[in-house]
């Protein structure tokens, strides 16, 4: 009988027989030189990633093991052209009775999700004016469960489980700061702004069962996450009964925050506060990918070219 022992990507060792839970990141149906089917996969954990394949896989195999299933594996380390790949012996899928730490297996952000949106509700909650404190807390608490797991994109930044969550978090701490050196925005607008900007790319992008995006919706690729969000507060403050002069601040606020047509905005921030959410969000965007490029990078040296930044390398100070 085969000892199978507990394993992390990083750790795995030539003739190791591991198991453990994994991340399915890529799942594609092959066929081998002796005409069988198997499946190519990619496991993955908070270490790393490593191929695997499933030989002699069955009809249905590649619907029950598709990209983005969270398995259990027991398998063995073999070398192929100078790389470790596991030859899967075992593999199912897991159940929601077993307690699983989700964020140990995919890209998740650093914070835990339920910090986070109390945090952010917290804020809502402390909004003075009436109108904008009551459209705030109703959309927080309408998309609740789909903030604490979306990405804030398919790709680039905060591309992790709950990175809108932590997308929306950070700015709205820098938003604080800024409402306490220029006393005279207005906290109110700009909080509700920060939390609402982003909203619409909760139905711009679908999702796996892991919590990463898979592909970008229908709607997404017709529409985009700015026109959604507009459409889901203009929805809400007509439910309501929103005052059409708050909503459509923060209407503007969500159009304006790409700043330029060819980023999805054909407006530009027409006051201070959609002004102060456009650079929050952009220094949050641009600072969480030159951190996750730096990551790779030795001190001293420049990194790889960060696509989001227009091909622009980093130094490591």
């Given amino acids: 009988m085969v000892d199978y022992m507990p394993s992390k990507v990083a750790k795995m060792k030539k003739g190791d027989n591991i198991c453990g839970y994994f991340y399915l990141k890529t799942s594609d149906v092959r066929v081998s030189n002796q005409n069988s089917r198997y499946l190519d996969l990619t496991l993955c954990d908070d270490s790393g990633e490593i191929n695997a394949k499933m030989w002699n896989a069955e009809d249905g195999d590649e619907i029950l093991f598709r990209a983005g299933t969270i398995v259990y594996a027991e398998c063995l380390v073999k070398e192929f052209q100078g790389a470790l790949q596991l030859r899967v012996d075992t593999i199912r899928r897991t159940t929601d009775s077993e307690d699983i730490d989700i964020s140990r297996l995919v890209p998740s952000a650093p914070e835990k999700p339920e910090e986070m949106y109390a945090y952010c509700m917290r804020i809502a909650s402390a909004i003075e004016d009436r109108d904008l404190k009551k459209l705030t807390v109703h959309i927080l608490e309408k998309y609740k469960d789909e903030l604490m797991v979306y990405p804030a994109a398919k790709s680039f930044h905060h591309s992790v489980r709950s990175g809108l969550l932590y997308h929306t978090y950070t700015m709205l701490k820098g938003a604080r700061h800024y409402t306490e050196l220029y006393p005279a925005l207005k906290g109110d607008l700009l909080y509700a702004g920060v939390i609402l900007h982003d909203i619409g790319k909760i139905r711009e992008m679908n999702l796996m069962d892991c919590g990463l995006v898979s592909d970008y919706s229908t709607e997404g690729n017709l529409l985009g996450h700015i ?91």
């Fill in 227 to 317: 026109t959604l969000g507009i459409c889901m507060v203009d929805a809400a403050a007509t439910e309501l009964g929103i005052p059409q002069d708050k909503a459509v601040l923060i209407e503007h606020m969500i159009l304006s925050h790409h700043y330029e047509p060819e980023f999805g905005s054909p407006k530009k921030p027409a006051f201070p506060e959609a002004e102060v959410l456009h650079y929050l969000d952009i220094v949050d965007s641009r600072l969480y990918d030159m951190e996750q490029a730096l990551e790779a990078t030795k001190q001293g040296e420049f990194s790889e070219k960060i696509n989001s930044l227009e091909k622009r390398s980093v130094l490591k100070i």
